[in-house]
């Protein structure tokens, strides 16, 4: 089924005598397939709105289930679709599952696609799996296998997106996006289901063991279930989803490889605008966000930059080094010339033996004989007092 939409159609049950009444598949109902040697494709198409209920007498048990879509067996594979608002639920039924899908042995693969809106609701609090409820059936496992998928938005009373019933019934999910209403849990019934197989984004931590690259507890950021491009409808990432970018893989594996998103948008595209295009999570690939366009702007008043100032750089204290301690050189000594041992010569002293020196005899008369020692002395003491002064070379007195 390709291109195809499968909307409004609606069944129920109603007997009056006792039994059972039972509801499935008001979309589709898809025996085993797998029985003709080929599968069931699903691709670019949309399920949506379709309900299945029942009416009960007070003696009647009534089940209802698969709103959207009911497998019996074989292999489905969903690929570029929307299962979106499909609904099982009656106020009177005994149990209702599987609001979008509900797998009854067999195996659906998912890719590409979005299950959004679907509910599974029932009196007394026995809804299971909004979006997907598995069992197995006949011994044949039940397994719904999902990758690059948005989940977002189902309603039951149990497991608001998936639940299961039995080992034999597993529900796994990669690089898939699962969002539930705040205080909702997302899964039931799959602690010992596989569960993540990485690359996820859980609102809650109800879906079983952690794988690398999840991201649990988070808010995807998505937008509301929208047309944004393609056949079908598709919930946008708002730009500062955790999803962007965050597959961890630049080539989109899937069941196949995907080259373009449930739009048909290429992917991956660069939604983080790193320069690097990888996988986003989920069925939606962001595109790149446009390159700033340069706006004119009115020449730039120049304002001096202060050069920035040198920051100086440490310098290591330099350890002064050590300065040659100069070489005495021996200071040659003044040659002392030795002095001249001066030997005095002493001139013997001149012993002056005063000899009277007979004075010229001066004729006065009358008082020579008075006149005479007065003279001499005179004379006597006129020399001495020249020889004192060294002008008077005295003669030897003759011997
Ligand atoms: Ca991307």
Not at 124 to 130: E, H, K, M
Not at 164 to 189: F, H, L, P, Q
Not at 352 to 359: C, D, E, K, N, R
């Amino acid at each position: 089924m390709t291109d195809s939409v499968v909307s409004g159609n609606h069944i129920t049950c109603s007997v009056s005598s006792t039994g059972a009444c039972s509801t499935q598949g008001a979309g589709l109902w898809i025996y085993s397939f797998v029985v003709y040697g080929t599968g069931f494709d699903i691709r670019s198409s949309s399920i949506e709105g379709n309900t299945a209920g029942c009416q009960r007498t007070s003696t009647t048990s009534c089940q209802v289930s698969g709103g959207g879509l009911y497998v019996a067996g074989g292999t489905v594979a969903i690929t570029d679709s929307a299962i979106a608002e499909n609904e099982a639920s009656s106020a009177q039924s005994l149990e209702s599952r599987g609001g979008g899908i509900f797998v009854a042995g067999g195996t659906v693969t998912v890719d590409n696609s979005t299950l959004s809106g679907n509910v599974a609701a029932a009196e007394g609090n026995r809804g299971y799996g909004g979006a997907i409820y598995v069992e197995p059936i006949g011994g044949v496992p039940g397994i719904a296998d999902l990758a690059y998928t948005t989940i977002a938005a189902n309603a039951a009373d149990w497991g608001a997106a998936f639940a299961v019933t039995s080992r034999d019934a597993s529900i796994s999910v990669k690089r898939s996006i699962t969002a539930s209403a705040a205080g909702a849990e997302s899964c039931w019934g799959m602690a010992e289901s596989t569960g993540s197989g990485g690359f996820n984004v859980f609102t809650d931590t109800s879906c079983g063991v952690p794988a690398a690259g999840d991201q649990l507890g988070v808010d995807p950021g998505l937008g509301d279930l929208a047309d944004n491009g393609g056949a079908t409808l598709t919930h946008g990432l708002l730009a500062t989803s955790p999803a962007i970018d965050a597959a961890g893989e630049a080539v989109c594996a899937g069941h196949a490889n995907l080259t373009t998103d449930q739009r048909g948008f290429p992917r991956p595209a660069d939604g983080d605008g790193d320069g690097t295009a990888v996988c986003d999570i989920g069925a939606y690939e962001a595109e790149a966000p446009p390159a700033p366009t340069p706006t004119a702007t009115a020449s730039p008043t120049l304002t001096a930059t202060p050069s920035p100032s040198a920051t100086p750089s440490a310098t290591a204290n330099a350890t002064p080094s050590w300065t040659a301690t100069p070489t005495r050189t021996a200071s040659p000594f003044p040659s002392v010339t030795p002095a001249a041992t001066h030997t005095p010569t002493r001139t013997p002293a001149v012993v002056l033996t005063p000899t009277a020196t007979p004075f010229p005899a001066v004729g006065l008369a009358g008082s020579r004989g008075s006149w005479q020692p007065l003279l001499a002395l005179a004379a006597a003491l006129s020399w001495a007092l020249a020889a004192a002064a060294g002008g008077v070379t005295r003669k030897e007195p003759r011997r």
